[in-house]
């Protein structure tokens, strides 16, 4: 299971925190992965990072503005979210990258972040 | 940068059979995987690594990928399966999704 949180209401220029609990698996054996889908738009890959962290990738669109994170210890990965802009607006997703071909194979209910002045 | 193209939307009648289509530089030499979306829920895979479908999906789900194009096929469409429909194929590390289509049981 993967449940999200810290989605919510922010200014232009803000800055959030997200923040994804996993339980019912070995978090530490899978990569994860944020995903948004924007209101009247389609899915969107955010960002990825490898099991222990070293390997991180980011879409254009996010890039030097937010920041993955994960804490194997405690089942939890994060995005930090900063100089947050009106189109940032969007239901944000945990998935987890797992199964052959690696597709996401589990995906969170999603946390809402408005981006509106 | 990688781009998968899919048709905005696509109609099919109820029993009939529907075809969504994903376009991408030679993206047979990818997996591609598709994943339903119904309002209000989150994504859920219904066909991955081109063709394989996943434990509880329904054997009317079937997938294909050669040369630029995958396609995702409905056979006996339902009521049921309304909804948007999403390729995804992996380029290095970073998941790219097409733009979706939505799919319209009339």
């Known amino acids: 299971q993967l449940v999200e949180s810290g989605g919510g209401l922010a200014q232009p220029g803000g800055s959030l925190r997200l923040s994804c609990a996993a339980s019912?698996?070995?978090?530490?054996?899978?990569?994860m992965n944020w995903v948004r889908r924007a209101p009247g738009k389609g899915l969107e890959g955010l960002s990825y990072?490898?099991?222990?962290?070293?390997?991180?990738y980011y879409a254009d669109s996010v890039k030097g503005r937010f920041t993955v994170s994960r804490d194997n210890a405690k089942n939890s990965l994060y995005l930090q979210m900063y100089s947050l802009r009106v189109e940032d607006t969007a239901v944000y997703y945990c998935?987890?990258?797992?199964?052959?071909?690696?597709?996401?194979?589990?995906w969170g209910h999603g946390t809402l972040v408005t981006v509106s002045s | 940068s990688y781009e998968l193209t899919q048709p905005p939307s696509v109609s099919v009648s109820p029993g009939q059979t529907a075809s969504i289509t994903c376009s991408g530089d030679?993206?047979?030499?990818?997996?591609a995987h598709w994943y339903q979306q119904k309002p209000g829920q989150s994504p859920v895979v219904v066909i991955y690594?081109?063709?394989r479908r996943p434990s509880g999906i329904p054997e009317r789900f079937s997938g294909s990928n050669s040369g630029n194009t995958a396609t995702l096929t409905i056979s006996g469409t339902q009521a049921m399966d309304e909804a948007d429909y999403y390729c995804?194929?992996?380029?290095?590390?970073?998941?790219?999704f097409g733009g979706g289509t939505k799919l319209t049981v009339l």
């Open positions: 998935a987890r990258r797992g199964g052959s071909g690696y597709y996401f194979d589990y």
């Open positions: 019912g698996f070995r978090f530490s054996s899978y990569d």
């Open positions: 990072i490898s099991t222990g962290g070293s390997t991180i």
């Open positions: 030679k993206l047979g030499d990818k997996y």
């Open positions: 690594q081109d063709e």
């Open positions: 995804q194929a992996w380029v290095t590390n970073t998941a790219v």
